[in-house]
């Protein structure tokens, strides 16, 4: 877990004095954080003691205002304009170095240090800040988002039409291009828990311009979109542009960045994933970050075929054959016929323990994972041919037994117990100290609750405490928790909120100008000794849109040299006291500016 009151560790580049117990304290930790695994949950009673000499040892008076980290002025060049849409774990440009099978070229594949960017990367041509919401989910500004390619292929489809210098969104999909708002209303009555708050986490994964997310946000259900990154369709990017939650993602080798039962929903309207080749791996992987009591939604390919089969360039015998194969598998994984009608079909997961107990035979396959397999990893881990069973100590953290929205924002979940001091009163006193944090927010920045921001990042989050007192504002939050941290994101998608594991050594998976504002609480105390300042900075300004803003709430002692580099980012702050005016904590409230590249100041 993040240290509050972590102080600071020092720069990699920079040799202070320390006292010789402190630096067998910070070997002792950068040992621990890469040879001790993920989850805090699985770390020694060992590491929880050299971090708690480590969160006195930056408390010190030598970690003080007084003694504050210093850097010379700097100052970044611009990228050139070719990287105006640059994804450094996702790039285009690197694919080749790549296997192509099961796409694992679109999987993660971060660029080494010595090949990182340390310019800015620069809008396109044109660029105007982004319209507002809710006025965005229907348009947004072509030279934002300037794909004529997805305008041509899909416009026969609904998906979006290029009007002057606008992109509009009609809400079409290819198994909706009479619109979304028809094709959710059919689902709602295929799945009544879609109307009473019992579905509250969705996620969609090959979304297109992601119109379903779009539909479901004014039903009370919050869509994680996702797509892989592309060359010409932009289906992310598109997605953020309108304020609608998404993240860069593809089903392939590894697993995706969520815990084992996160969403109440999966969705797929003719997504293009093979689901039942590999041994059925790709479906394995939805039923694993599916809650037990779950929807698996799918339309398109095979679902009625008998009256679609022709203009899928197909047989009708090969399409009952791939249902069958289809049906099959879904049955061999704990999966129930929930409803059909039409285009739409829909599987419920089991949460029968007594069905997964059957998965365990020497010749049953998919049999059931072993309990070595840790359920929620989920950083660079390798997907598994193997069924994940529910936890038969969980009993109330199932679609249908857990409270319905709002309500389950405010209960504390079953799997807090699974965080070290994690409880119901910790639970309450987090929201009660973010409540009182996000005012104190209000007042410094204005601009939270109002139209200029919607896409909003907590860079390093607990329980989502953040994104639980902004929740009436007109904005969402992606909820991030470091994979070196304690394992708190079950507990995040348990109270209905979206998010996802990262680690900020890396670039996050999304595009370059995707969200408003950014806030991060003692980030570069609690990671500095892992990730370098320079680089983390560079990656916020990637992602943050012009005029967007950030909230950087830290130890006093990094602040000069985090305004240092800020302002070689072109960006304007201003420091600002918590809502303690303590001295030895202080947010550092940025703007980043809007700027056009030069011919003349640019790298590549």
């Known amino acids: 877990m993040k240290q509050k009151d972590e102080k600071n560790q020092s720069q990699s580049d920079r040799a202070l004095k320390i006292i010789p117990v402190t630096l067998l304290v910070f070997a002792l930790c950068g040992l621990s954080f890469y040879l001790g695994g993920i989850f805090c949950s699985e770390k020694s009673l060992l590491e929880g003691k050299i971090v708690q000499e480590l969160s ?37 440009r690197r694919w080749k170095k790549y296997g192509y099978r099961r796409l694992t070229f679109l999987e993660r594949h971060c ?132 304020g609608i939650p998404a993240i860069l993602g593809v089903i392939s080798t590894q697993r995706l960045p969520f815990p084992s039962g996160s969403f109440d929903m999966a969705h797929c309207s003719r997504c293009l994933i093979p689901w039942t080749e590999f041994g059925g791996i790709y479906l394995l992987e939805v039923h694993r970050i599916l809650r037990p009591g779950g929807f698996w939604v799918l339309s398109g390919p095979p679902i009625n075929y008998e009256h679609r089969y022709q203009g899928w360039n197909t047989t009708i015998e090969e399409q009952r054959a791939a249902l069958e194969k289809l049906q099959d598998l879904l049955t061999s994984m704990c999966f129930t016929v929930y409803a059909t009608q039409d285009d739409i079909a829909v599987w419920q997961k089991s949460s029968d323990i007594g069905c997964y107990e059957k998965l365990t035979g020497p010749d049953v396959y998919p049999a059931t994972c072993d309990d070595s397999i840790e359920q929620d990893a989920a950083w660079y881990t390798p997907l598994r041919p193997c069924v994940t069973s529910p936890r038969q100590k969980l009993k109330r953290s199932s679609v249908g037994s857990l409270p319905k929205w ?53 860079m390093n989050t607990v329980y989502g405490g953040l994104a639980a007192a902004l929740i009436d504002d007109p904005l969402w939050v992606m909820n991030v928790v470091s994979s070196y941290s304690a394992n708190t994101l079950p507990v995040i998608f348990d109270r209905g909120l979206v998010g996802t594991y990262h680690d900020w050594c890396e670039a996050f998976s999304t595009y ?93």
């Open 111 to 242: 660029p080494p240090l010595y090949e990182r960017k340390e310019c800015l990367v620069p809008p396109p041509v044109g660029y105007k800040p982004p319209i507002r919401w809710p006025k965005s989910r229907k348009e947004c500004w072509y030279r934002n988002v300037p794909y004529d390619w997805i305008n041509k292929q899909k416009s026969n489809q609904n998906w979006l039409k290029k009007k002057g210098e606008k992109f509009l969104f009609p809400g079409g999909g290819t198994m909706f291009p009479k619109g979304v708002g028809a094709y959710v209303n059919l689902m709602q009555d295929l799945i009544p828990e879609m109307r009473d708050g019992t579905v509250r986490t969705a996620i969609d994964t090959g979304c297109g311009v992601a119109s379903w997310g779009g539909d479901l946000l004014d039903r009370g259900i919050l869509t994680l979109s996702l797509a892989p990154r592309d060359n010409h369709e932009a289906q992310v990017q598109f997605a953020l542009e309108r």
């Open 406 to 458: 709002p309500q389950r924002l405010n209960i504390a979940p079953e799997r807090i117990s699974d965080v070290p001091g994690g409880s119901g009163n910790a639970l309450k006193r987090d929201d009660s100290n973010w409540k009182v944090r996000a005012q104190h927010y209000k007042k410094i920045l204005p601009a939270i609750g109002t139209d200029k921001i919607r896409n909003v990042m907590d």
């Open 512 to 604: 370059p100008r995707t969200y408003d504002l950014l806030h991060l609480d003692g980030l570069f105390a609690a990671e500095s000794h892992r990730c370098h300042m320079k680089y983390v900075l560079l990656e916020m300004d990637r992602i943050l849109r012009p005029e967007g803003h950030a909230l950087i709430r830290e130890s006093s002692y990094f602040m000069d040299a985090i305004e240092t580099i800020a302002k070689g980012m072109r960006w304007n702050c201003h420091k600002e006291d918590t809502e303690n005016s303590g001295e030895n904590e202080k947010i550092l409230v940025c703007q980043k500016t809007l700027w056009y590249a030069s011919s003349t100041n640019s790298t590549r």
């Open 56 to 92: 006195k040892a930056v408390s010190s008076p030598e970690y003080s205002a007084e003694n504050a980290l210093q850097i010379k002025p700097v100052t970044f060049s611009e990228c050139s304009i070719d990287y105006q849409d640059y994804t450094p774990c996702t790039d285009p």
